[in-house]
């Protein structure tokens, strides 16, 4: 079942496509000694950017090459890639959202990016290099952006980091000015279907469902799929067919099942579902020769923007859906 799909951490991926000319960027500045000291690596979430970073990381430790898991490949059994996936490589420090304790924290915090400096002063303990891989730099806080910049200031000597981010013009100016940038393109629709069709056990429909949301991003399909997201994509079709009227009592359930930290995920997946659907549908209401709707344009910027305003205020998700809900409703009404 796709529902009980456990998605790999990206340390512990090896199998690798669709990047081969952003490895082929990085061996040659590696072999040409031309190695910049910070790599941006950008584009949508879930197009591999952590595992090539990880890739990248396995080659600066010295793990030996092995073709057969592409250009920057190496074989799982390698002793360096066991300590990475051990998480206990003396020369490669991660900052995550996911803290020690396993449970994700809202930005990566200040504490974690001073960690940078003392760990880039040291020699490399059993490495030609110390590697940092800040998956993703999008989730700094301000305080921890700048803690970064000051060790992109001051590039350490056999030092390299991997800065993996989803939105680039968030970040710094001057920490985009001072990195290398990577880009990772979205695969085509039917690569990413049959992807996720053979890696979470789905049918063709449902497989490509899964490519379509997740706009070219196998890794974030995969998320999706093992996060039950086909079951919110088919409540969010409904709930929106249904407008202005619905059913009350599913609506109740709705809201009801937004508790805890499994319900935070369900109530961020409704809502994006609930834009995408929105935006589809003023999209082909445009196509069809018909005005661009304020209305619904307002909605969809709604339903982007309140998720993160409920959580980053620690806002009740229930209140946050009636409300949404509520507009929707009189966008209907006033279509």
Same mark, same amino acid.
């Given at each position: 079942?796709?529902?009980?799909?456990? @998605?790999?951490?990206?340390?512990?991926?090896?199998?690798?496509?669709?990047?081969?000319? +952003?490895?082929?960027?990085?061996?040659?500045?590696?072999?040409?000694? $031309?190695?910049?000291? !910070?790599?941006?690596?950008?584009?949508?979430?879930?197009?591999?950017? +952590?595992?090539? !970073?990880?890739?990248?990381?396995?080659?600066?430790?010295?793990?030996?090459?092995?073709?057969?898991?592409?250009?920057?490949?190496?074989?799982?059994?390698?002793?360096?890639?066991?300590?990475?996936?051990?998480?206990?490589?003396?020369?490669?420090?991660?900052?995550?959202?996911?803290?020690? %304790?396993?449970? /994700?924290?809202?930005?990566?915090?200040?504490?974690?990016? =001073? =960690?940078?400096?003392?760990?880039?002063?040291? !020699?490399?303990a059993s490495a030609p290099?110390?590697?940092?891989?800040?998956?993703? @730099?999008?989730?700094?806080?301000?305080?921890?952006?700048?803690?970064?910049?000051?060790?992109?200031?001051? /590039?350490?000597?056999?030092?390299?980091?991997?800065?993996?981010?989803?939105?680039?013009?968030?970040?710094?100016?001057?920490?985009?000015?001072?990195?290398?940038?990577? $880009?990772?393109?979205?695969? /085509?629709?039917?690569? @990413?279907?049959?992807?996720?069709?053979?890696?979470?056990?789905?049918?063709?429909?449902?497989?490509?469902?899964?490519?379509?949301?997740?706009?070219? !991003?196998?890794?974030?399909?995969?998320?999706?799929?093992?996060?039950?997201?086909?079951?919110?994509?088919?409540?969010?079709?409904?709930?929106? =067919?249904?407008? /202005?009227?619905?059913?009350?009592?599913?609506?109740?359930?709705?809201?009801?099942?937004?508790?805890?930290?499994?319900?935070?995920? =369900?109530?961020?997946?409704?809502?994006?579902?609930?834009?995408?659907?929105?935006?589809?549908g003023a999209v082909a #209401?445009?196509?069809? #020769?018909?005005?661009?709707?304020?209305?619904?344009?307002?909605?969809?910027?709604?339903?982007?923007?309140?998720? $993160?305003?409920?959580?980053?205020?620690?806002?009740?998700? +229930? %209140?946050?859906?009636?409300?949404?809900?509520?507009?929707?409703?009189?966008?209907?009404?006033?279509?």
């Amino acid at each position: 079942m796709a529902e009980a799909l456990e @998605v790999p951490h990206p340390r512990e991926v090896f199998a690798y496509e669709h990047g081969e000319a +952003a490895e082929r960027a990085f061996l040659d500045a590696l072999e040409r000694g $031309r190695l910049h000291h !910070a790599w941006l690596l950008v584009g949508l979430e879930g197009l591999g950017k +952590a595992t090539f !970073a990880y890739r990248a990381a396995r080659r600066l430790l010295g793990a030996a090459p092995d073709p057969a898991h592409g250009l920057l490949g190496a074989a799982p059994g390698d002793p360096v890639c066991r300590q990475i996936i051990a998480r206990s490589h003396p020369d490669l420090l991660v900052l995550e959202r996911v803290g020690e %304790d396993g449970k /994700p924290r809202k930005v990566i915090p200040v504490d974690e990016a =001073r =960690r940078l400096p003392e760990f880039f002063s040291k !020699a490399p303990a059993s490495a030609p290099f110390r590697v940092a891989i800040i998956d993703a @730099v999008d989730d700094m806080n301000p305080n921890a952006a700048n803690a970064l910049l000051k060790t992109l200031e001051e /590039p350490p000597p056999r030092g390299v980091l991997f800065l993996v981010s989803h939105a680039p013009g968030g970040l710094l100016p001057t920490i985009r000015s001072r990195c290398r940038r990577l $880009r990772f393109d979205p695969w /085509p629709e039917a690569d @990413v279907a049959a992807f996720v069709r053979h890696r979470a056990g789905v049918n063709a429909e449902d497989a490509l469902r899964l490519a379509r949301m997740s706009r070219g !991003a196998p890794g974030r399909a995969l998320e999706l799929a093992a996060a039950g997201a086909l079951d919110i994509d088919t409540a969010a079709h409904n709930l929106l =067919r249904a407008l /202005p009227g619905g059913d009350p009592s599913a609506y109740q359930a709705l809201a009801d099942s937004f508790r805890g930290a499994e319900g935070a995920e =369900r109530f961020q997946l409704l809502f994006e579902r609930l834009a995408d659907h929105v935006r589809q549908g003023a999209v082909a #209401g445009v196509l069809e #020769g018909g005005a661009p709707n304020a209305r619904w344009t307002e909605v969809w910027e709604m339903l982007i923007n309140l998720p $993160r305003e409920t959580e980053g205020l620690n806002l009740d998700r +229930a %209140d946050a859906f009636w409300t949404a809900l509520a507009s929707l409703r009189a966008a209907a009404r006033a279509a």
